[in-house]
């Protein structure tokens, strides 16, 4: 079955930049998206189609995706940009969605 | 404003059936998917299925395949996700979500999330 890979944590001190990585092998074909969940909330989309910021998301967010591999840039982190990120995905056909999953940023 | 509201809270026992709601509005429900999404206790999402209320259409992981049943009344703008016999391992978070439109649907907009416990 089709898997996007993340790393389980990312690390950094507030106002540096957290980079974190989404692995697949149907990202060259596949648009990514980047969700943050908070402690006991729903997710939230942050980046969608790769790159596009949703209106309401801070411009410190942003996304890239190169070959098989999809990133999530949070220039000058905030303590408030600790949580969950999750990138999402389908498959090569389309038909099926899937979840990295999921690292945990924090922000000390 | 697009909203999906779940119920906050549903406990079984093993073996009962469950049926959980999703209640869209703010957006035209016939027009958009609506997927579901698992959360066991301190883990990941997982992709369930989805539905497109329009015609029914109804698309499982396969991982789900078989283990629910997910439905939607368009009369009503609500998605179901329904359990004919729970197991402790359902205990779980449940989201809705609403997909995005285009060649690439995604979640955009999700509900509260519905928490199931399975306990005797």
């Known amino acids: 079955s089709y898997e996007l890979t993340q790393p389980p944590s990312v690390s950094v001190s507030p106002g540096q930049t957290a980079r974190i990585t989404c692995s697949g092998d149907?990202?060259?074909?596949?648009?990514a998206y980047w969700y943050q969940q908070k402690s006991g909330q729903a997710p939230v989309l942050v980046i969608y189609?790769?790159?596009k910021r949703p209106s309401g998301i801070p411009e410190r967010f942003s996304g890239s995706s190169s070959g098989t591999m999809a990133t999530l840039t949070i220039s000058g982190a905030q303590v408030e940009d600790e949580a969950d990120y999750y990138c999402?995905?389908?498959?090569?056909?389309?038909?099926?969605?899937?979840f990295g999953g999921g690292t945990k940023l924090t922000v000390l | 404003e697009v909203q999906l509201v779940q119920p906050g809270a549903e406990v079984k026992k093993p073996g009962e059936s469950l049926m959980i709601s999703c209640k869209a509005s703010?957006?035209?429900?016939?027009?958009?998917?609506i997927g579901w999404v698992r959360q066991m206790p301190g883990k990941g999402l997982e992709w369930m299925g989805i539905?497109?209320?329009?015609?029914?259409?109804?698309r499982y992981s396969p991982s789900f395949q078989g283990q629910v049943t997910i439905s939607a009344d368009k009369s009503i703008s609500t998605a179901y996700l329904q359990w004919n016999s729970l197991k402790a391992s359902d205990t779980a978070m449940y989201y809705c979500?609403?997909?995005?439109?285009?060649?690439?649907?995604?979640?955009?907009?999700w509900g509260q999330g519905t928490l199931v416990t399975v306990s005797s």
């Open positions: 979500a609403r997909l995005s439109g285009g060649n690439s649907p995604a979640p955009d907009y």
């Open positions: 703010g957006y035209s429900f016939t027009s958009y998917w």
């Open positions: 539905i497109y209320p329009g015609d029914s259409d109804t």
């Open positions: 149907a990202l060259p074909k596949k648009y």
């Open positions: 189609e790769d790159s």
């Open positions: 999402y995905s389908t498959d090569s056909s389309g038909n099926r969605g899937v």
